[in-house]
């Protein structure tokens, strides 16, 4: 099948031969062009990937210490019932762990150092089925958490800041307080530090401190666990299960899932991913409007080509499909090179950035003052092809109008002075 002679010109073209320095510098600036959306294109893929790498890493943190999903009563008090509501969440298919907990504020003292902190009673045998926070604690630290001896783990950021080590003394003043004849006197209770936890998510390593579950009653004079805390197959099915579970299980409940409980957090991210996006397909479209000059001096150039086309029998249409396709090379061999160079430094970003570090002597993220001290980085789908399909429209738009103009071209008038 003979390939149209519209291809094989534009194709040409798109080379332009350097027979003349005016061919030469039309390949140059095609060159540019084509260069200017790959950049484009790979920037884009670089930069979401690594937000996305970064977004991924914090949520793995934050679930290593918040569970998927949480029931509780809408009171704030023990909530009734809890081995019935535990056997119906069970037979979810998508559950494969449940643990009753204890959640409510307090405050912290060590000697003149005060810190209010988030109290969470839990059941240490039961806790490792929906968090990790096992893997971040202390060896062994959970187990120590015996009922009647009073342990507490405290977040490693919280241990900091109080001063204390293993088997120092805290107090925790419970709210509430008891009516004496002398006024309201706070609920003081001693605890023993018996391990720390560092999950990486500053928000909880500074705020957290975990308790038996036992003992949590005792201090807040609970009748039992306050919720239920759910661990899924599948994470990101939680909105969904949620609603589920909020539609089967008997009686009225608080259901939250890991989304909603960090609902600020993941829309600012995504408020920020989104800007970023606009922002980097302004380069590509700067890049792939190039092309409009490009073609407007290769139209100007090849006037005398374009009035013997004509006089041969060549269409307008045949005349602006050939620019068409110089354009749209262009924009498919820079989009192409984009996402090799792009997916190419997305895929290799932790070998390439600790080289660059190594080169300069720097480090871009200080273990110091972030919490990730690597470079993470997570190409998805969902973002690359967006940017192929843009990158390829742009290009393809650009190419319209110096077609256009190329058709429009008369014979006579292009022939006069050749």
């Known amino acids: 099948m003979p390939i149209p002679y519209e291809l094989q010109l534009g194709w040409r073209y798109t080379r332009a031969g350097r027979a003349t320095r005016r061919n030469g510098f039309i390949s140059f600036i095609s060159g540019v062009s084509m260069l200017g959306i790959a950049l484009g294109v790979a920037a884009l893929i670089i930069v ?54 204890i959640a409510s504020q307090a405050l912290i003292a060590r000697g003149e150092d005060m810190k209010g902190t988030l109290i969470r009673g839990i059941d240490p045998k039961l806790e490792p089925q929906v968090t990790d926070i096992s893997m971040t604690a202390q060896k062994g630290a959970l187990d120590k958490l015996v009922p009647g001896q009073f342990g507490v783990v405290l977040g490693i950021e919280l241990a900091r800041s109080l001063y204390v080590r293993d088997g120092d003394q805290v107090t925790l003043i419970a709210p509430g307080g008891q009516v004496t004849p002398a006024g309201v006197v706070p609920r003081l209770k001693q605890f023993t530090v018996v391990g720390t936890f560092d999950s990486g998510h500053y928000e909880y390593d500074s ?18 666990p306050s919720g239920l805390r759910i661990k899924l197959k599948d994470l990101h099915q939680a909105r969904e299960v949620a609603d589920e579970l909020a539609a089967t299980l008997p009686g009225s409940f608080l259901i939250k899932d890991w989304t909603r409980q960090n609902k600020t957090w993941f829309a600012a991210v995504q408020v920020e991913k989104r800007m970023m996006f606009i922002i980097l397909t302004l380069i590509v479209a700067v890049a792939a409007f190039n092309l409009v000059s490009t073609l407007v001096m290769t139209v100007t150039d090849k006037r005398a080509d374009i009035a013997i086309l004509r006089t041969l029998g060549a269409s307008p249409k045949s005349i602006m499909a050939i620019f068409v396709v110089q354009g749209a090379m262009v924009g498919v061999i820079g989009t192409v090179l984009g996402l090799v160079l792009g997916l190419g430094v997305a895929y290799n970003i932790d070998v390439i950035v600790p080289a660059i570090e190594h080169a300069l002597h720097t480090s871009f993220l200080p273990q110091d003052i972030y919490l990730i001290s690597k470079m993470p980085s997570d190409p998805q789908q969902s973002d690359i092809m967006p940017i192929a399909i843009i990158s390829l429209v742009l290009s393809f738009a650009a190419t319209l109008y110096p077609s256009w103009r190329a058709s429009r071209v008369n014979p006579a008038e292009a022939l006069r002075y050749e």
């Open 48 to 101: 979401l990937s690594v937000m996305n790498g970064f977004q991924k890493e914090v949520t793995d943190r934050m679930l290593g210490v918040i569970s998927h999903i949480e029931i509780t009563s809408r009171d704030g008090q023990a909530l009734a019932d809890i081995d019935a509501i535990a056997a119906a969440a069970r037979k979810n298919t998508e559950v494969i762990g449940v643990a009753p907990f």
């Open 207 to 224: 705020a957290l401190a975990m308790i038996h579950e036992e003992d949590a009653q005792r201090v807040f004079r609970l009748d039992g």
